[in-house]
Every structure is written in C-alpha cells, then in structure tokens.
T-cell receptor, first 117, second 112 residues
Framework: GAVVSQHPSRVICKSGTSVKIECRSL??????MFWYRQFPKQSLMLMAT?????????EQGVEKDKFLINHASLTLSTLTVTSAHPEDSSFYIC?????????????FGSGTRLTVV | QKEVEQDPGPLSVPEGAIVSLNCTYS??????FMWYRQYSRKGPELLMY????GNKEDGRFTAQVDKSSKYISLFIRDSQPSDSATYLC????????????FGPGTRLSVLP
C-alpha cells in the first residue's frame, strides 16, 4: 500500500501562535510532497510543493514566510503556519505521489483542521 | 474559463440509482485522469486512474474519458448510502508530473 499519515487531525490555536503539521509517508519514500488548503465546499488548492533536501516551491499568492515547509527526510514533510490568524483557519491536506502512480495515484493524508481563535 | 469544470451539486439520488459524475476541461495536453472520493473532513482517496481515452471498470465504478470532447465521467452503479461523499476529478499532462489539476468536486448524497 501507500499510506500517508498526517498529524494532528485537528488543532485549535490562539491568534499569533504557530502551528506545525506533519506529513509522513509510512511505507514508501516520497521525494516530493504537496500541501493543499481547502475551504468549506471548495476544492483543494495547491499551496506548495515540498522537495526533499531543497527549498519548497510555492504557488502564486502563498506567503512562503508564513507557511514554512521543511522536507528533511524522504518520509517527512512539515508545514508550519506562523503567526496564525483567524483567516488561516482551514483544512490543510498533504499528499505524496505513490510508488505506483497508476495504482496509488497521489496519496493524501487525512487532513488537519486548523481553527485560529 | 477554469481549467477543469465540474458541477458542484449537491446531487441527491435514491439508493440503487445509477450516478453519473462529469468533468470538462480545456487543456488538450491532459492525458492522465483520476477520480477521487472525499468523505467529510477526510483526505481524498483514489478511486480510478485512467490514461487517454476509453473506459475502465472497477466493481460498481466505471470511468470514461473522451479526449476529443475534453469530457470525463464517473458512473456509479447500484449506489449505496456509503457512496455519499464529494467526488473530485483530477488530471495531468504528465504521468510522473507534479502538475495535476483538481476539479471543484461534486457532492453526492445517496438516500436510503
């Protein structure tokens, strides 16, 4: 199989604090992981592409200083939302290209619901 | 025009009905097409993966791709309440590429 584990599943934080979200590929190596954001009743919007051992590539309009991505190993990528504000409240999902694209597609984590109060 | 369009629904059907979900796209370079199912507050899970035009069947699910019309479909036979979810189409021009695009998703409710 190709399992991506995302943690935490839900987090509530105070405005101005930072939150770290972890994404792990459990049974395969993922040199590239993707971070998405999803607002209610809307589709996934790609925020950034995380490459192991190098800097992440951010989509237009995504603040790289606010959404820090670290991909220090072949199985772990982290997204840190710095100085979070209520407008950052959203559902964040990571994904990785599975070892066999035709079988696994892009495997997604279960998502993290961030609420900033 | 959005790159990938999909009727957002919600679509409500009775249990046992045949469901047809569709996406249209504008980029003729797309060759790889996927359907994902997303339950509420969960990450999407891959349902079907197809390449180029044609049909692919897997149990109660059938995916169709018509590249000439830039139109893809997912059919669900004998729909069950457990099929109630949001269905997202996704497509890419490259098999190993990173640039794949999601449709906005269709919310489906199968009523018992």
């Amino acid at each position: 199989g190709a399992v991506v584990s995302q943690h935490p599943s839900r987090v509530i934080c105070k405005s101005g604090t930072s939150v770290k979200i972890e994404c792990r590929s459990l049974d395969f190596q993922a040199t590239t992981m993707f971070w998405y954001r999803q607002f209610p009743k809307q589709s996934l919007m790609l925020m950034a592409t995380s490459n192991e051992g190098s800097k992440a590539t951010y989509e237009q309009g995504v603040e790289k200083d606010k959404f820090l991505i670290n991909h220090a190993s072949l199985t772990l990528s982290t997204l840190t939302v710095t100085s979070a504000h209520p407008e950052d409240s959203s559902f964040y999902i990571c994904s990785a290209r599975g070892p066999n694209l035709r079988v696994h597609g892009y495997t997604f984590g279960s998502g993290t619901r961030l609420t900033v109060v | 025009q959005k790159e990938v369009e999909q009727d957002p629904g919600p679509l409500s059907v009775p249990e046992g009905a045949i469901v047809s979900l569709n996406c249209t796209y504008s980029n003729s370079a797309f060759q790889y097409f996927m359907w994902y199912r997303q339950y509420s507050r969960k990450g999407p899970e891959l349902l079907m993966y197809t390449y180029s035009s044609g049909n692919k069947e897997d149990g109660r699910f059938t995916a169709q791709v018509d590249k000439s019309s830039k139109y893809i479909s997912l059919f669900i036979r004998d729909s069950q309440p457990s099929d109630s979810a949001t269905y997202l189409c996704a497509m890419s021009a490259e098999n190993y590429g990173q640039n794949f695009v999601f449709g906005p998703g269709t919310r489906l409710s199968v009523l018992p």
